[in-house]
């Protein structure tokens, strides 16, 4: 069974850098992609971006190519969502989900990790 | 990259079915057989209950449904629950960034 955990929430200032993760379990004969999807307060659901655990073959939603850094360690099948200079407007709830290696669907998510940028 | 367009609200009484359209364009909807529609409770998980189009995931109520027809999907729910209260969120393949796109985003009050 796929299981995909989450950082904590996170209070951080406007300008800090951040690396928030997703932990990823499942059955090692699939691959995986991990993708990152951001919630802001009120507002619906945006995909930032998509990683192949395997390779790290990484795709951006155009809005947020060169916003953030996405990245993964093989080898505690992870996956990271990074900020180098975070902005008020970067406060959201950030979801990671799960989608094997050929299908066009994610699965299985986490429970998000909520990230407050304040001064 | 634009979301896709979604109603933002449909309401039903218990019992009824409801649809949610999704709308997109040629090159994604339109050009792909890749639509799924999650479910958000309020504080919960996002749940995947339509994939492909058409599949429900193994444990889905067969009350949902789904379809597309040009660029555009719907979601149906027949006999409605008060459990289906809950916001809805189709989402496609793009090949803009080879990613994936949202809707708008629907919420269901059964009334």
């Known amino acids: 069974e796929v299981q995909v955990e989450q950082s904590g929430a996170e209070l951080k200032k406007p300008g800090d850098s951040l690396k928030i993760s997703c932990k990823h379990s499942?059955?090692?004969?699939?691959?995986?992609?991990i993708g990152w999807a951001r919630q802001m307060p009120g507002k619906g659901l945006e995909w930032m971006g998509i990683?192949?655990?395997?390779?790290?073959?990484?795709k951006y939603s155009p809005p947020f190519q060169g916003q953030v850094s996405i990245s993964a360690d093989t080898s505690v099948t992870t996956a990271y969502l990074q900020w180098t200079s975070l902005e008020a407007s970067d406060t959201a709830i950030y979801y990671c989900?799960?989608?094997?290696?050929?299908?066009?669907?994610?699965?299985?998510w986490g429970p998000g990790a909520l990230v407050t940028v304040s001064s | 990259q634009s979301a896709l367009t979604q109603p933002a609200s449909v309401s039903g009484s218990p019992g009824q079915s409801i649809t949610i359209s999704c709308t997109g364009t040629?090159?994604?909807?339109?050009?792909?057989?890749?639509v799924s529609w999650h479910q958000q409770h309020p504080g919960k998980a996002l749940q995947l209950i339509i994939y492909?189009?058409?599949n429900r995931p193994s444990g889905v109520s067969n009350r949902f449904s789904g379809s597309k027809s040009g660029n555009t999907a719907f979601l149906t729910i027949s006999g409605l629950q008060a459990e289906d209260e809950a916001d809805y969120y189709c989402?496609?393949?793009?090949?803009?960034?080879?990613?994936?796109?949202f809707g708008t985003g629907t919420t269901v009050t059964v009334l």
């Open positions: 989900a799960s989608a094997v290696d050929g299908n066009f669907y994610f699965d299985v």
């Open positions: 499942g059955p090692t004969f699939d691959t995986y992609w």
């Open positions: 990683i192949h655990l395997a390779d790290h073959n990484t």
């Open positions: 040629w090159s994604d909807i339109g050009s792909f057989h890749f």
């Open positions: 492909d189009v058409d």
């Open positions: 989402n496609s393949y793009t090949p803009r960034g080879s990613t994936y796109v």
